[in-house]
């Protein structure tokens, strides 16, 4: 109703630009569609509040400097009833309408030849796509994504309500035991968007973030080859080591690695965790020293991490699988 998708543009990008509000986690900096039209609501919205507030204002000053004089009842009135009911009632209705008017273009499902459903866990998210064909594979705290395609997820969790937020590209929505929610996302530019848990669920809530890669639909179509794909054998003499260790600790009766012995759904499957944007959600780069360091103290780098800690298996033993899981891209 306010011409929402033209009229703006510039208003926004000049507002972002004085307020430093641009990066990958910001409400402010769309890279959707549906958080393009939220950060427009957002703009009408404050634009609106501001006008009441410097009318507010305005009286208040203008009734300090008047010498007060009488008012007749009737004036009274009209200033009660059309300043204090009246206006702020057509106001209202007006962002209520605009708002509402938002939702069969948020609601609208996306195309659903490719199923992603996301689990929220402890304290991390647990991606499967589920690929036209009828196969699927299961990622963890990363989504890559086509630009310029509506797709649906589904969201649960097993345990407590998390909820999923990629300020960037939409709204929020809670995933919830028992209950299977819905989101769609529509990424308008190609970028990595940070996402994190929007609701409090235990000590580990802080470092429960998400990646969204959003690719062109050639390199998406090649990324999703690769991760149909079993996982890579080790190639150095470390990373075979390594492989051997991950073995021998029992690491598969909680990890899947397709292709090996390793089939344990309790934690992130790891099959090609090596090409992943971060470790353990967002909490470390993705190279061999965050391998190790998670590994060797996941407690202290996860507040209630249910991974244990396998800091006594040694610093040379740790590096070795270190380098076995930085090689599964
Ligand atoms: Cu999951 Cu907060």
Redesign the pocket.
Known sequence: MFGRHASSRSFVALALASAGCAGPQSALDPAGRDAAEIAELFYWMAGGAVLVWAAVIGLAVYAMAIRPRPHSERTGAVLIVGAGAIAPTILLTILLVDGLSMMPAVLAPGDDSTRIAVS?E??WWRVQYTLPDGESFTLANELRLPVGRRVSLTLTSPD?I??FWVPSLAGKVD?IPGRETHLALEPTRTGVFRG???????S???R?AMHVVVLEPDAYAAWVEAQRAPAREPVTARATEGAALFDAHGCGACHTVRGTAADGVVGPDLTHVGSRHALAAGTLDNDEEGFRRFVAHPDELKPDAQMPSFAMIGDARLRALAAYLDGLE
Request: hydrophobic share 45%; proline share 0%; net charge neutral.
């Open positions: 929220a402890r304290f407590v998390h909820s995933a994190a848990c929007a609701e409090y669920c235990g580990g809530h802080a429960m």
